[in-house]
């Protein structure tokens, strides 16, 4: 798990406020997926990114949520006025193109009090 | 829609038996079949995979056998040691012009006894 980095760790959030996980893939990964896991449930697929494009985003709320990952720097996921229902365990995923399997981060845990 | 079921939240096995923990699926276009194990507080760690081309695939401790016609897979732990205690999560995935997005079973919680 230690290729893949996400930070913060945890982070809290009051209702309304913004929320903005990062995340860096393994080295030499250019694809990004990230994942949503909910308490007592299995991780939900989210968003499928590789450099400056979104390649499936299926999984995304329609609102409040989007996620970018560009040329250089971290993937960012960016939760916009959050609510409690948004409290849960987020993790990413890279992989290599065209490689399996994916390796995830250690997830950021978001709190919305 | 749960397209991967796992129908056991938990399981107990006595350290040194064999642990077996099983998965079932709907979709017929998933060709590709993981396991992973998570610890509180950690990101899933990759265990093992098999390709609907086998039937089989093993790796130490660990042995995954796929059933395409029952639409089941299942993991084998022999011997099962202390450590193995955790979730494990079943996945599968189809591939689709790369994108290799997966679908995750609600999980089994593993309780190995000393």
């Known amino acids: 798990n230690a290729g893949v980095m996400q930070n913060p760790r945890h982070l809290v959030r009051r209702r309304g406020q913004e929320a903005r996980l990062r995340c860096s893939p393994m080295k030499g990964h250019s694809h990004v997926y990230w994942y949503r896991q909910l308490p007592e449930e299995g991780l939900k697929f989210m968003v499928y990114l590789q450099k400056e494009n979104i390649i499936d985003e299926s999984g995304m709320p329609k609102e409040r949520f989007s996620a970018e990952f560009p040329k250089e720097g971290p993937s960012i996921l960016r939760i916009q006025q959050v609510v409690r229902g948004d409290s849960a365990a987020y993790f990413c995923?890279?992989?290599?193109?065209?490689?399996?399997?994916?390796?995830f981060g250690n997830g950021t845990r978001l709190t919305v009090t | 829609d749960q397209q991967v079921k796992q129908n056991s939240p938990s399981l107990s096995v006595q350290e040194g038996r064999i642990s077996i923990l099983n998965c079932d699926y709907t979709?017929?276009?998933?060709?590709?079949f993981l396991w992973y194990k998570k610890y509180p507080a950690e990101g899933p760690t990759f265990l093992i995979s098999i390709s609907s081309i086998k039937d089989k695939n093993e790796d130490g401790r660990f042995t995954v056998f796929l059933n395409k016609s029952a639409k089941h897979l299942s993991l084998h732990i022999v011997p099962s040691q202390p450590g193995d205690s955790a979730v494990y999560f079943c996945a599968a995935s189809a591939r689709d012009f790369g994108n290799e997005k997966l679908t995750f079973g609600t999980g089994t919680r593993l309780t190995i006894i000393p």
């Open positions: 995923a890279s992989s290599p193109d065209q490689g399996r399997p994916l390796h």
């Open positions: 979709n017929s276009m998933f060709d590709y």
